[in-house]
Nanobody, 120 residues
Framework: QVQLVESGGGLVQPGGSLRLSCAVS????????VAWYRQAPEKERELVAS???????NYADSVKGRFAISKDVAKNMGYLQMNSLKPEDTAVYYC??????????????WGKGTLVTVSS
């Protein structure tokens, strides 16, 4: 079964940067819309950023100007560049994407998450 696999999480100091990646496990599937969510301890999962199939982006107010979402359709990859990280950005980050296996309709998938810890 196709999977989304996140990578790039880890421990970073406040003010630092990380780049999260989201890979599609099977090349037969093509990536379309991509979103990143996060869930901090004892909090609900929240949308961080999204990019539509056409390339339109949307960001949570808390990350505007610091995070940038992108995708590479040719490589079947999604990315989240995170700059000026703050301790409150600490969370498990999840990739969510619409994947299409031609000629079917896109279906939505979740990755298992990658932990980002911002601490000195």
């Amino acid at each position: 079964q196709v999977q989304l696999v996140e990578s790039g999480g880890g421990l970073v100091q406040p003010g630092g940067s990380l780049r999260l990646s989201c890979a599609v496990s099977e090349r037969r599937f093509s990536i379309s819309a991509v979103a990143w969510y996060r869930q901090a301890p004892e909090k609900e999962r929240e949308l961080v950023a999204s990019i539509s199939s056409g390339g339109s982006t949307n960001y949570a107010d808390s990350v505007k100007g610091r995070f940038a979402i992108s995708k590479d359709v040719a490589k079947n990859m999604g990315y989240l560049q995170m700059n000026s990280l703050k301790p409150e950005d600490t969370a498990v980050y999840y990739c969510n994407a619409d994947l299409r296996l031609w000629p079917g309709s896109p279906m939505n998938y979740w990755g298992k998450g990658t932990l980002v810890t911002v601490s000195s």
